[in-house]
């Protein structure tokens, strides 16, 4: 399957964002959708995964209570939206996929266990 993550931009810390990842030449609703996050000099981390039908979502810490992730399997799409951006919510955000199970499992939360990578989409936070 084939990923394009688009929505990145510059906002001011407070503000919201959605990023979109639209995925082709796969079923999607066989895929568990996750985003993950690198800021500069750091590691890629983990931000959301959104399970193959939707039902189910689990959040870093970092960003629980502000983001939300949401999928649309008629379109193909997953969407984050981004609420409360902070200075640290900064970096290129990226979606990918897996053809497993997210529930009762912690696979998700580990970038090295996608098969299935989008390109990123830069975010800046401004404070």
């Known amino acids: 399957v084939q990923l394009q993550a688009s929505g990145g931009g510059l906002v001011q810390a407070g503000g919201s964002l959605r990023l979109s990842c639209a995925a082709s030449g796969g079923t999607f609703n066989s895929y568990a959708m996750g985003w993950f996050r690198q800021a500069p000099g750091k590691e890629r981390e983990f931000v959301a995964v959104?399970?193959?039908?939707?039902?189910?979502?689990y959040y870093a810490d970092s960003v629980k209570g502000r983001f939300t992730i949401s999928r649309d399997n008629a379109k193909n799409t997953v969407d984050p939206k981004m609420n409360s951006l902070k200075p640290e919510d900064s970096g290129v955000y990226y979606c990918a996929a897996d053809a497993r199970t997210i529930i009762g499992s912690t696979w998700y939360s580990q970038d090295n266990e996608y098969h299935f990578w989008g390109q990123g989409t830069l975010v800046t936070v401004s404070s």
């Open positions: 959104i399970s193959r039908s939707g039902r189910s979502t």
